[in-house]
């Protein structure tokens, strides 16, 4: 064989080596709408005495979850005989590859919440999914108004990660998040963080049962509160809730007197007040 062709030949191998390369690497979205699969717990994370962040690896490094920002997943397990099944919405989103991490809060009355707080690392949960039918796209509106209690923060946490990951998305958030004790406030640390250094959002922090020291907001979610601390009702704002029913019902009423649209049932994509 002469050189020339030699030199062809290894340039072509070099070439097919690339593609091939390139093409194990390219990410791929591992959620199934239609079946459950398992995923293994990699890592955990205590937050506190009944709270912790919870990691689950997907099965290749450069692999991805493939959800759609402000959409959950649905997990199932076998508790006492009977198969129960949840939703929760990642605090990670599809720009972190090779797993997810789930925020969760136990109850010794819990099910799902509690199954996975005692999990060792190794055990695997069956999720499915995407769900869910709210679709966060950059600057879909103005300004969000986000209402959340307790683990609620969940999707509230990833469409705002999701606004001050892209330069060129501008929408505003002005978030009220109720908590009974400062012990129970999920993500303080990173919401605190993301608010020095991102003036776009703006969190009013809430506490039913608040310490000596607490210099936040006090009591229930009213509708002067959400006057104060939520953009007024305009085509291009959207209200977004996740919480306790009481607290998610009442916001739903007053924020009609401030100007929104009734909230519907089921939320839909579109709807000025979305329910989560």
Excluded at 133 to 141: I, K, L, R, S
Excluded at 151 to 164: K, L, R, V
Excluded at 206 to 227: C, F, K, M, Q, S
Excluded at 237 to 249: A, F
């Amino acid at each position: 064989m002469s050189l020339p062709i030699i030199a062809i030949a290894i340039a072509l191998l070099a070439i097919i080596g690339s593609t091939v390369l390139f093409l194990s690497s390219k990410e791929r979205k591992v959620l199934n709408k239609e079946k459950f699969q398992k995923f293994p717990l990699i890592q955990k994370t205590i937050l506190s005495h009944n709270s912790g962040i919870y990691r689950f690896g997907l099965p290749k490094p450069s692999d991805i979850l493939g959800l759609p920002i402000g959409q959950h997943i649905s997990i199932s397990a076998n508790i006492n005989g009977k198969d129960i099944v949840r939703s929760y919405t990642p605090t990670s989103n599809d720009a972190e590859r090779g797993y997810f991490d789930l925020l969760i809060k136990s109850y010794p009355t819990g099910n799902i919440s509690k199954y996975i707080a005692e999990l060792e690392i190794g055990d695997s949960i069956d999720v499915r999914g995407p769900k869910g039918f709210f679709e966060y796209t950059p600057n879909m509106c103005t300004h969000f108004g986000m209402v959340a209690g307790g683990t609620g923060i969940t999707p509230m946490y990833q469409i705002i990660n999701a606004i001050i990951s892209n330069p060129e998305d501008k929408t505003q958030v002005q978030l009220i998040y109720g908590n009974q004790t400062e012990a129970d406030i999920l993500l303080k640390k990173e919401l605190d963080h993301i608010v020095q250094n991102h003036p776009q959002i703006k969190v009013h922090y809430l506490l039913d049962r608040p310490g000596p020291n607490w210099d936040g907001g006090v009591g229930y979610v009213t509708p002067e509160l959400l006057n104060q601390f939520i953009p007024a009702a305009t085509d291009k704002t959207q209200l977004l809730l996740c919480g306790p029913p009481p607290m998610v019902n009442s916001v739903k009423k007053a924020a009609v007197n401030l100007g929104f649209q009734k909230a519907k049932p089921v939320s839909k994509a579109g709807d000025q007040i979305f329910v989560f």
